[in-house]
Each structure stands twice: as C-alpha cells, then as structure tokens.
C-alpha cells in the first residue's frame, strides 16, 4: 500500500512541476491569484486547492479535501495575512481552518507568528512560531503558543506539539496528537506531576520530507520515540506538565497532497 502512495506522489510532483498556467504566480500552480501583489501594491488574494492524504497516524488518516482562500497586505518586510479553509475529511464538508498571520523578511533573515483555530479533528486553538536564516528555517506548533488567546488555560490536549526543520525543499519533523486529558495523574517515577490517567498519545511520527511550494510529501515511523521526543521530554522540562502514555502504536505514516502553510498536521 505505501509503496503505491509513493509512486502516486512522486507522479503528482512530476505533473505539478510540467503544469502550464496562466493564473499561477512564483511557480505556484495549485492557486489562483484573484489579486496579485505585485500589481496590488501588496495586496493579494489567492484561493488555493485543499488536497492531502494521510496514513498511519489514526487522528487523519485518509483524504482531506477542499479548498483555501487568503487575504495578506505587504508592507515593506512585513506581511500581515488572514484566511480560512474547508475541506471533507473524517467529518462532514465544513470550515476546516481560520487562521491569522504576521511575517517579517528582510530576505534573508525572517520570522513569523500565527494563530490558527482547527474546527474538526479536534476543535482547538494553536499556535506556530516560524524562525528563518537563508536556506534554514524552523517552525514550531503548540497550543501553549496560543495562550493569549485561549484565555491563558493550558488545554495540553489534541494537537499538543510539532516542529519541522527545513534546508531549501528538505525537512525533517515530528508532530504529537493526544486524546482529551481529565486531569487525573498517576504516579511516575519519571515526572513529578506524573502520567495523565485520561489522556494518551495516538499520533506522533517522526518523519523526512520535501516541499516545492505547491505539494508536500512527509514519510517516517510512527511509534512512541516520537511522542517522547516531541512531547513528553521537554513538555516536562519546560511547561511542567504530566506525561501522555502511548498507545502502543508502530507503523509507516506518509502524508502527501498540496502544502498549506497554516499548519504543521
């Protein structure tokens, strides 16, 4: 099955990067532009296809499908951007996704910050923290993040962690997807507020990958190192939280569709 999904991404990166049109801009073939910065005076419009599939993380396997639409104003380095998305995945066609979002660039150093607010899989708000330097850059994912605007409560469920570091088209990155805790802990002789007794981790690869803008392609294992890594080891360090159990996962996880920037999941 995986190596069927393989060759099917590596055909849609052939026939991405063959496609000729003339509503594409920077190379970007799977939006339309309504409005071009470039003749706006910064600001842009664009809607964009929605199409991702997902398998071996139990919290998205399958399809998503659908589309995005965003709004951003350029402003010297800066650019402030705002949009949403709605696809069909596990739930009923619906809004997927808002989010908002400040950049600053000066072309070679760059950082970012937005807040996005998930409406299914989970409903959730996070946050991401985006750092770049020439060809590197990192991008971190967290509900913590979001803090201003979930009224300062560390919810510590759902999508709890991701992080993906990038060289040009290369990555390399995790992400962590837990069950709702109760607040109940147990004992651990590995973390002073313990193991939540309610809430467990059912998601959390380990995984390379490669972008170039239009599409995605994410591939790693999915098992317990990752949610150790990506979660439970520095959770307890630096947030003083409890530790999620795993629930004995072990498999492939590929993810491959169309890149949406909004999102490290």
Known sequence: MYHYFISLSILLFSIVLNVQSQVVNDNDYTSLYIFNADRNNGFEVKASIV????????????????????????????????????????????????FA????????????????????????????????????????????????????????????????????HFMVGTNVYTTEINGLT?????????????????????????????????????NQTGGYLGQNLWHRKFFDTGDFKSAGYRNQFLQVGTYQPYTLY
């Open 51 to 98: 199409a991702l599939f997902t398998a071996g993380s139990a919290d998205r396997n399958g399809f998503r499908l659908g589309g995005s639409l965003t709004v951003s104003k350029t402003i010297g380095d800066w650019t402030f951007s705002t949009g949403l998305d709605a696809y069909k995945a596990k739930e009923k066609f619906g809004l997927g996704t808002t």
């Open 101 to 168: 979002r400040v950049d600053y660039d000066d072309g070679r150093y760059g950082a970012s910050y937005l807040v996005n607010k998930y409406y299914q899989g989970g409903k959730q708000v996070s946050g991401i923290v985006g750092l770049r330097l020439d060809n590197f850059s990192l991008k971190f994912e967290d509900d913590i993040l979001a803090l201003p605007f979930t009224g300062f409560t560390i919810y510590d469920r759902y999508r709890t962690a991701a992080l993906e570091l990038r060289y040009k």
């Open 186 to 222: 147990d004992a651990s002789p590995y973390n002073r507020k313990g193991t939540y007794l309610g809430g467990k981790q059912i998601s959390s690869p380990i995984y390379v990958g490669y972008t170039n803008k239009d599409l995605i392609l994410r591939y790693g294992l999915n």
